[in-house]
């Protein structure tokens, strides 16, 4: 347990997490294309149909759940022994244990939903991903919150603290915008017969993309993606105010 808190260790999980985490989609999106597939715009999880880009979905979110659930326990382990060397109050203490939960959870649903297409098993897809939505920005906004009240203990941790809630607040913009145009395609309901209607728009391996709000909502769906991705790049140069490697080890 030791060595993967050493700041290299954590380091490095947080580099491969971040590559992962952003080239997956971008590398399922390029074949999805090449596929003959249409561009504008897919669900991610659309992606995991046809052969290429789902073989591609699979491997690249299966890592990337092992280590986002890592990347979680590291983070969450250096933020406690941090804060219990600063002595600050235990509601801090419980909130950065929650929001590790929430990245073990999240990171779980990733690994389970890469090998759960949805045109399968459209019910367990959908609450594998309102496991990844919601549990990631309830970590966002927890670590978020953790580090402006770290920040009045240690002021280094200020130079993180406004692009990780400039991020943050793109999360949660992306997480609604998504809950509100699937909803206003269902019509507020939680029947799933409207998406399972999608499988009859399935044009060999392609999904058809005709539907304007199901296209904004998958916007919205890149949107929380990418500022996951950014969130995670903030705790970088967090790593070595945690582990007391803040000097000149370069």
Request: with cysteine; proline share 4%; hydrophobic share 50%.
């Amino acid at each position: 347990m030791e060595r993967l808190l050493e700041g290299t260790v954590v380091e490095r999980t947080l580099q491969a997490t971040i590559a992962l985490l952003a080239l997956t989609p971008i590398a399922s999106y390029s074949l999805w294309v090449a596929d003959g597939c249409e561009p504008f715009v897919p669900f991610i999880s659309d992606m995991d149909l046809p052969t290429r880009s789902g073989f591609t979905f699979t491997v690249g979110y299966a890592l990337s759940g092992i280590l986002l659930a890592t990347m979680g326990v590291q983070l969450g382990v250096l933020r406690d022994r941090w804060m219990t060397s600063t002595d600050m109050p235990r509601n801090w203490v419980n909130l950065n244990r929650f929001s590790m939960m929430a990245a073990i959870a999240t990171g779980i649903g990733l690994f389970w939903i890469s090998f759960t297409p949805w045109d399968e098993h459209l019910e367990l897809h959908i609450a594998q991903a309102n496991v990844i939505f919601f549990g990631g920005v309830i970590w966002a906004s927890c670590v978020t919150l953790a580090t402006w009240r770290m920040s009045q203990e240690e002021r280094g941790f200020s130079s993180v603290l406004a692009p990780r809630t400039a991020f943050s607040v793109l999360a949660v913009i992306g997480l609604l915008g998504m809950i509100e145009r699937v909803f206003r395609y269902t019509g507020l309901s939680s029947d799933l017969y409207a998406l399972e209607e999608r499988l009859q728009t399935l044009d060999g391996s392609c999904i058809s993309l005709n539907e304007p709000l199901l296209s904004q909502a998958a916007a919205f769906e890149w949107l929380l993606a990418a500022s996951m991705v950014l969130i995670i790049a903030t705790f970088l140069p967090e790593v070595r105010l945690l582990t007391g490697n803040s000097g000149d080890e370069e």
